[in-house]
């Protein structure tokens, strides 16, 4: 079992940066790969970043490649995602989650533990 809660969510002009957190407990951490998601107002759940268990290997979709990076702490707990020049399309709630395996997945299935959100608003 895994327990995942985020914060550093918030409003941000178009252009500015937030850097979200997600610290976990409850398995051994560094043995766990994680994964930032968002859904936006009527659409589906999106895969944004993940970063596999020793933070070797780090994945993005293509709409954050260059602007966003994940990173993590193994010990802290805590995985980040900093998001520089944000958009009003990256409006949206934010999800960190997290799977019991060392590789990553774009797939928002593979992930057994969600965080509860954090809602990010990029105004024009």
């Known amino acids: 079992q895994v327990q995942l809660v985020e914060s550093g969510g918030g409003l941000v002009q178009s252009g500015g940066s937030l850097r979200l957190s997600c610290a976990a407990s409850?398995?051994?951490?560094?043995?766990?790969?994680m994964g930032w998601f968002r859904q936006a107002p009527g659409k589906e759940r999106e895969f944004v970043a993940a970063?596999?268990?020793?933070?070797?290997?780090?994945y993005y979709a293509d709409s954050v490649k260059g602007r966003f990076t994940i990173s993590r702490d193994n010990a802290k707990n805590t995985v980040y995602l900093q998001m520089n020049s944000l958009k009003p399309e990256d409006t949206a709630v934010y999800y960190c989650?997290?799977?019991?395996?060392?590789?990553?997945?774009?797939?928002?299935?593979?992930?057994?533990?969600w965080g509860q959100g954090s809602q990010v608003t990029v105004s024009a």
């Open positions: 970063i596999s268990a020793s933070g070797g290997f780090t």
């Open positions: 989650a997290a799977r019991p395996y060392s590789t990553t997945s774009y797939a928002p299935r593979a992930y057994d533990y």
């Open positions: 409850g398995r051994t951490f560094s043995n766990v790969a």
